[in-house]
């Protein structure tokens, strides 16, 4: 049978800023529930006051290179609410460009542990409850530069190419209907952004408001029509899907 959309939420990394904060409100816009994962001190700390049913947006405070917390949250949740229908992993750290040979230990580390390691971790902790629930997918937010080599994007590159041989690797291992894909939003006009490039863009980026009404019409869809799995192992770009008038 298939599962009424209110209770198909889905849980964000990154809720705290950029693009990540426009698509939790854009999902809602969207009625699509989520649970949002930011490091704000001020978001809930609700393991208390779950009620029975996700309704429209509930924010979690953690920090994602701290495991041990997210393994507890995510417990919690599953216990309470059942397996989410979308896992958006959104959050990332980007660290000032240079050369790999110049880049900080601690940048390096720090990288790789919030943009590589932390989604690995939640796929382990949610998939099997996907699995059980026979439904729901993987979002993984990546960037050009996972796709193809340029100078001085250091740890950064290295982490999205991981993620797309996370989510590839995923794909090939999911039972249908399950399904994992990545997704490039191309240039948004966000904090990231502007690290990229602090002098001049040489791109017009997009704001993260309208990418995100995009982007949550198109996950939205994906719920609605339950077609997760013919996007299962694609390397989507939000640019190109937008020319091809599929978003
Ligand atoms: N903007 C672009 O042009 C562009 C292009 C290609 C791909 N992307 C990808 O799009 C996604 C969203 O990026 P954005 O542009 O919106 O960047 P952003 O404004 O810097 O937002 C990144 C989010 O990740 C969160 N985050 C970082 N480290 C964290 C940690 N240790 N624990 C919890 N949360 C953490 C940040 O939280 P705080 O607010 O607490 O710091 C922030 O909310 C990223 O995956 C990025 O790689 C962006």
């Known amino acids: 049978m298939k599962p009424e959309p209110a209770y198909s939420y889905c849980l964000l990394t990154g809720s705290g800023?950029?693009?990540g904060k426009a698509l939790v409100k854009a999902l809602t816009e969207e009625s699509f529930p989520v649970a949002a994962f930011s490091r704000d001190s001020v978001s809930l700390d609700p393991l208390?006051?779950?009620p029975p049913r996700p309704d429209f947006i509930w924010q979690f405070s953690v920090d994602l290179s701290d495991l041990e917390r997210v393994d507890m949250l995510l417990s919690t949740l599953l216990a309470s609410w059942g397996p989410p229908f979308l896992v958006i992993h959104n959050a990332s750290v980007l660290f000032p460009r240079v050369p790999l040979w110049e880049e900080a230990d601690m940048h390096v580390r720090q990288t790789?542990?919030?943009?590589?390691?932390a989604p690995m971790?939640?796929?382990?902790?949610l998939t099997p409850a996907m699995i059980r629930a026979k439904r729901g997918g993987h979002v993984f937010v990546s960037s050009t530069v996972g796709r193809e080599a340029r100078a001085n994007w250091g740890a950064y590159a290295i982490s999205k190419s991981g993620i797309e041989a996370l989510s590839a690797n995923l794909a090939l291992e999911l039972p249908a209907p399950l399904f994992s894909f990545t997704l490039n939003p191309g240039a948004v006009a966000t904090r990231m952004r502007r690290k990229a490039y602090p002098e001049s863009d040489p791109a017009n980026p997009k704001s993260?408001?309208?990418t995100a009404g995009i982007l949550a019409r198109f996950l939205e869809g994906i719920r609605d029509m339950d077609n997760g799995r013919t996007y299962n192992g694609r390397r989507l770009d939000l640019d190109r899907l937008l020319e091809e008038g599929n978003v």
């Open 17 to 19: 800023g950029g693009m």
């Open 48 to 50: 208390s006051i779950l």
């Open 112 to 117: 790789l542990r919030v943009n590589l390691e």
């Open 121 to 125: 971790f939640w796929v382990s902790r």
């Open 208 to 210: 993260p408001e309208w």
